[in-house]
């Protein structure tokens, strides 16, 4: 198994994208609604991006009105988290705990069971359909 948390910027730059790299490396945001996997309806599993760790089924996916995939539940023990201050008011970021990689960042406005939105950048994310 490779130690993804120790990899450096050029081992991250040959597998991730540029936009992936701002996002995933750079606790960057893709811009609202320019996901394709906003409007993904199947059934399969969300996975990390950056090592393929499992991290949301499709049954947990809802349509949350703010632009990017957003998930009621994740997988447990799959993210870790921080506050950040980047827009002037603490928020909840998380990232992939297996390589570290941003994600987005929790809210307390999601739906029952949990009322958690996982508010996910679509570009740190690859969607396997149920085969």
């Not at 570290?100 to 949990?114: A, K, L, M, V, Y």
């Amino acid at each position: 198994m490779s130690d993804f948390k120790n990899k450096n910027i050029k081992e991250w730059r040959k597998i991730l994208d540029q936009e992936q790299f701002l996002i995933m490396r750079e606790e960057g945001t893709e811009p609202p609604g320019s996901s394709e996997l906003n409007s993904e309806k199947r059934t399969g599993t969300y996975h990390c991006a950056g090592c393929d760790t499992l991290l949301f089924d499709s049954e947990k996916k809802y349509e949350s009105g703010s632009g990017w995939p957003s998930f009621f539940e994740s997988k447990p023990e799959v993210f870790e988290t921080k506050t950040d201050h980047h827009v002037g008011y603490p928020r909840t970021e998380y990232h992939c705990a297996k390589c570290g990689s941003h994600h987005g960042h929790i809210f307390d406005d999601g739906p029952e069971p949990t009322g958690k939105r996982f508010c996910n950048n679509g570009k740190a994310l690859k969607f396997k359909p149920k085969e």
